[in-house]
Structure formats: C-alpha cells, structure tokens
C-alpha cells in the first residue's frame, strides 16, 4: 500500500530563506508527483507536476525534483516570502487500481516578515 | 476559465437529512472523483468515476453515494448524514484515467453535520 510522507509537518522561517520540502513515498511505481498548495479552509492549487520519466519541474521561485528510484521528492522555494505561508501538501499517482492521488499530510510553511 | 465547481461552499446540516453537494468541471475530463479532508487523517478518496456511468468505491465509501449521468457533473449524495461525515470535501479531476495526468480540484465544500 503507498504510503507518503511529509516530514516536518510544520516549518517557521524568516523572509528570504531558500527552502526545501521533503516528500517520501514507498512504493516507486507512480504516473507522477504533484505538489500543492493549501491556504488556510481553500483549496488545493497545483504546483507542479512532475511525469514518472522525469527528473525535475520548474515554475518561476518553485523547483520541485524527483528520484523515484529512492521514493523521494523536494519542493525548493527560493527566496521565500510571507505570502508563501500556506500548507503544502505532496501527492503521487499510484500505477494501477483507482488513479486516486495518494497525498502526504502536509507541511504547514509559515514565512515571517 | 477551466475550473471544478462545486456547491454548496458550505454547509450546516442535521443527522439523518439528505444532502448533495455538486461537482462539475468544464474541461471535458473523463475522470472525476470525490476526497475529504480531515485533520491527522490527510485527504482520502471517497469516489471515483473513470468516465460516464463508470464509478466505483475510494478508500472511505460507506454512507456516501455517486452519479456520473454526465460528463461534466459528479454529484455527491449523503443520504443519511452523520457528526462523523463532518468534513472538508473536495472534488478533482483529470483528463483520462490511468495516465500521467494533472488533476485539478475545486474549493471545497465544507459540511458539519449536528
């Protein structure tokens, strides 16, 4: 059974700071890995996503990478800021069965000013 | 806009009353499906529909049914509703099933049921 894992649930940091987030998963046979975002009682926005093949995505401050072999991926946001503060939550696409997103509980990301 | 809609934002109910709340999405995609989100317990699928008149059950499908009578809509029915279905729902969708597609989700629906 996949199970992914997102490790600190929680992380305070000053503006500015370079960040990475941690996701695990244990079971390497995915389509993909997405990554989104989650602001306080809304809903989730994609990120990014990155195809089983490949081995990074990038959109604008947000590089995500994966190495599926090691069941493992990081979200890095460079130069953070205060309007980063949301919950960020990893999700992969389990090869056959249901086509659901199996998801991480989430990183709960608050930058400060 | 390409969106997933859903309705009610949300919602106060009581134990035992009927309730659906509805998806649609204007994209076009096969694939449709229902999660909830609680605390501690991360967002688990409830339903899923691989296309017109093709659902089956998620992880967490007792006391919840569905329809895909359309393409576009997959409405979520409660027909019994209880405390325990208190939640924070969200409907998604992709392309196609089975594939290395984005799924998109809509705003959720927030129920408490008393």
């Known amino acids: 059974k996949q199970e992914v894992t997102q490790i600190p649930a929680a992380l305070s940091v000053p503006e500015g700071e370079n960040l990475v987030l941690n996701c695990s998963f244990t079971?390497?046979?995915?389509?993909?890995l997405q990554w989104f975002r989650q602001d306080p009682g809304k809903g989730l926005t994609s990120l990014l996503l990155i195809q089983s093949s490949q081995r990074e995505q990038t959109s604008g401050r947000l590089n995500a990478s994966l190495d599926k072999s090691s069941g493992r991926s990081t979200l890095y946001i460079a130069a953070s800021q205060p309007g980063d503060s949301a919950t960020y939550l990893c999700?992969?696409?389990?090869?056959?069965?249901?086509?659901?997103?199996?998801f991480g509980k989430g990183m709960k990301l608050t930058v400060n000013p | 806009e390409a969106q997933v809609t859903q309705n009610p934002r949300y919602l106060i109910t009581v134990t035992g009353k009927k309730l659906t709340v509805t998806c649609s999405q204007n994209?076009?995609?096969?694939?449709m499906s229902w999660y909830r989100q609680d605390p501690g317990l991360g967002l688990r699928q409830i339903y899923y529909s691989m296309n017109v008149e093709v659902t089956d059950k998620g992880d967490v499908p007792e006391g919840y049914k569905v329809s895909r009578k359309e393409k576009r809509n997959f409405p979520l029915i409660l027909e019994s509703p209880s405390p325990n279905q208190t939640s924070l729902y969200f409907c998604a969708s992709s392309l196609i099933a089975g594939g290395p597609n984005e799924q998109f989700f809509g705003p959720g629906t927030r129920l408490t049921v008393l």
């Open positions: 994209m076009n995609h096969e694939y």
């Open positions: 079971d390497s046979a995915i389509y993909n």
């Open positions: 999700a992969v696409s389990p090869q056959g069965g249901s086509e659901k997103l199996v």
